[in-house]
């Protein structure tokens, strides 16, 4: 009834119509990916306390088979996984005698030691490190699986995954005749992992303020600029450029400023009392060009160099020349977006 409502509205040429069909047809989608998105977390929830229940109920096969059945549905290297495989690897250690390994484990094992043992690169370490996977993914308590994924995982550079695979293979074989050769390692990948992870933030900081200062400059030319002094003193009138015939405030100045790319022009005017051309290039958040200031008597021009700042908000530019001759003792120049 709804839709017909809507298709009669449509056929009438109502453009309301047509935004409420598509908006009903988003929210009809949405709600269908939530119902599935529920009702798998309600199938998990449903598998693993059914396996509980097995569990303390002595039924211990049939709790490994919920558990290992679970683990296919979640996702790789989550808290999930992570908290099922020791608790799979807990169960195992009670069932007597030990589950057999599923044929398709041993064969993925066999694959992906083939692989490491010819690898030539990055790229066949991956495809061992995906073999390995599948083998603890079918066989979550297989001792081998762990410390194979682990050794590859180290070349690949996935310190905190290896780390995390050596520790299951020690939950699986804590007696093992090589146990203290893999807490040492675990221990040397821990710090590097600390390392990797330090570097990445330091890259993630770097990119952020690279996209910041890509968002600043894209920003400059926007809005109407204003010489500071005459702001704190005009406010808001400060940016409106004097009439030809003269300003309607005393000592009134103008802003032009453009910027495009790594360069920056900002011409700085007085109602009949002089000018000041900036030009330079921008390098981070900071300038560097030369100034040309032209005062009365007109004939006189001068260059000299400058430096100078744009604020990390871009709402300030400040510049401090070698030298100045106008506005009298003026030190540096401050320029706000008025508007």
């Known amino acids: 009834m709804f839709l017909q409502g809507l298709n009669a509205l449509q056929a009438s040429g109502k453009q309301e119509a047509i935004v409420i069909k598509k908006y009903f047809s988003f929210l009809m989608t949405f709600i269908l990916i ?3 998105a529920l009702n798998l977390s309600a199938n998990s ?8 229940q097995a569990e303390q109920a002595g039924k211990l096969q049939e709790a490994l088979a919920e558990y290992v059945s679970l683990l296919q549905s979640v996702t790789a290297g989550s808290a999930t996984d992570r908290r099922l495989r020791e608790k799979i690897i ?4 009670r069932i007597q005698p030990p589950p057999p390994v599923p044929e398709g484990a041993i064969r993925h094992i066999g694959r992906g030691q083939a692989v490491s043992e010819i690898a030539k690169g990055p790229e066949d370490y991956i495809r061992a490190l995906a073999e390995f996977e599948k083998a603890v993914r079918l066989a979550p308590w297989l001792a081998d699986g762990y410390y194979n994924l682990g050794m590859v995982q180290e070349k690949v550079g996935r310190f905190s995954d290896a780390v995390h695979s050596f520790k299951l293979y020690l939950l699986v074989a804590p007696s093992a005749t090589n146990a203290r050769e893999v807490r040492t390692r675990m221990y040397g990948l821990e710090y590097k992992a600390g390392r990797q992870r330090a570097a990445i933030r330091v890259k993630e900081e770097e990119e952020e303020k690279r996209a910041q200062i890509r968002r600043v ?12 002094e005459m702001y704190d003193q005009f406010s808001s009138e400060c940016y409106l450029r004097p009439r030809a015939s003269g300003g309607d405030l005393p000592n009134m100045s ?15 005017q007085w109602d009949n009392s002089g000018m000041a051309l900036f030009d330079g290039k921008i390098k981070g958040l900071k300038l560097v060009g030369t100034q040309e200031i032209a005062c009365c008597p007109r004939d006189y021009i001068a260059v000299f160099p400058f430096t100078g700042r744009i ?4 709402k300030t530019i400040t510049i401090r020349p070698t ?8 030190k540096e120049y401050v320029f706000i977006r008025a508007k």
């Open 34 to 36: 939530l119902f599935v």
């Open 45 to 52: 929830t449903d598998k693993e306390a059914r396996a509980r």
């Open 323 to 330: 030298r100045t001759r106008l506005l009298g003792k003026i």
């Open 254 to 268: 103008w802003v032009r400023l453009l910027a495009s790319g790594d360069r920056i022009t900002i011409r700085l």
């Open 311 to 314: 604020s990390s908000d871009g």
């Open 90 to 93: 807990k169960l195992v250690k």
């Open 217 to 228: 400059k894209k920003s400059l030319s926007s809005g109407i600029w204003c010489l500071k």
